[in-house]
């Protein structure tokens, strides 16, 4: 069984940053895409960016492109989500997730994924 932990979350104003951790545990990491998304009050989940296992493919939402960055460290089963220039509307929970997609990643739905964290609050305040 594989699992997620999530960390990372908190309050910051417009303008500041975050970085988020997902550490996985419990199958050989390197095996899995990783994604991450998030969910604001009401809405439907979506997907934020996504990271190959290799680290040499990356997709990113038009919504982020240019202020988030995912990347991952095999040694230490872990992937991060640096998210700068934050605004109020990223205000959600953020979820990682791991996939079994080998190859170039893509905006891929969440039904796409096998494994899910249990999410951490992200809250940008104006």
């Known amino acids: 069984q594989v699992q997620l932990v999530e960390s990372g979350g908190g309050l910051v104003q417009a303008g500041g940053s975050l970085r988020l951790s997902c550490a996985v545990s419990?199958?050989?990491?390197?095996?899995?895409?990783m994604g991450w998304f998030r969910q604001a009050p009401g809405k439907e989940r979506e997907f934020v960016a996504a990271?190959?296992?290799?680290?040499?493919?990356?997709y990113y939402a038009d919504s982020v492109k240019g202020r988030f960055t995912i990347s991952r460290d095999n040694a230490k089963n872990t992937v991060f989500l640096q998210m700068n220039s934050l605004k109020p509307e990223d205000t959600a929970v953020y979820y990682c997730?791991?996939?079994?997609?080998?190859?170039?990643?893509?905006?891929?739905?969440?039904?796409?994924?096998?494994?899910w964290g249990q999410g951490t609050q992200v809250t940008v305040s104006s």
């Open positions: 997730a791991a996939a079994s997609i080998f190859g170039i990643v893509k905006a891929f739905p969440p039904r796409a994924y096998d494994y």
């Open positions: 419990g199958r050989p990491f390197s095996s899995y895409a």
């Open positions: 990271i190959n296992w290799s680290g040499g493919s990356t």
